[in-house]
C-alpha cells in the first residue's frame, strides 16, 4: 500500500508560481510512477504530468513550458514546479502512483490551487 499526501496550494496571482509536494509512504517509493492530475469545478478531470521510476518526465501541452515535475527518492518525495500560473490552472490537484504508466492505483486526497486574474 502506498499513502499519498499533497501540501503547498494556495492561492497566487497570475503569473505567479507555486510549489506541491507529495509525500508517499512505504519503502518502495522509487518503483513507482509518480503523477499528477487536476480537476476543475464542473470539468473533467485532467492529466497534468508524470516521472517515471528513472526521472523520465511527460506533461500535458497545456503546461508544458510552464510545469515541471521532478521526485526526491531519499525523501519519497514528488514535486509539482508550476510557474507563469493562469486563471485556468485552478483546480484541485492530485498526487497519483502507479507501478505501470497510465495505471495509477494510489491517488492523494487533493490539494487546491487558486489562481486570481
Known amino acids: 500500500q502506498v499513502q499519498l499526501t499533497e501540501s503547498g496550494g494556495g492561492l497566487v496571482q497570475a503569473g505567479g508560481s507555486l510549489r506541491l509536494s507529495c509525500a508517499a509512504s512505504g519503502r518502495t517509493f522509487s518503483n513507482y510512477h509518480m503523477g499528477w492530475f487536476r480537476q476543475a469545478p464542473g470539468k473533467e478531470r485532467e492529466f497534468v504530468g508524470v516521472i517515471s521510476q528513472n526521472g523520465g518526465t511527460y506533461c500535458a501541452d497545456s503546461v508544458k513550458g510552464r510545469f515541471t515535475i521532478f521526485r526526491d527518492n531519499a525523501k519519497n518525495t514528488v514535486f509539482l514546479q508550476m510557474n507563469s500560473l493562469k486563471p485556468e490552472d485552478t483546480a484541485a490537484y492530485y498526487c497519483?502512483?502507479?507501478?505501470?504508466?497510465?495505471?495509477?492505483?494510489?491517488w492523494g486526497q487533493g490539494t487546491q490551487v487558486t489562481v486570481s486574474s
Open positions: 497519483v502512483a502507479g507501478r505501470s504508466t497510465g495505471q495509477y492505483n494510489y
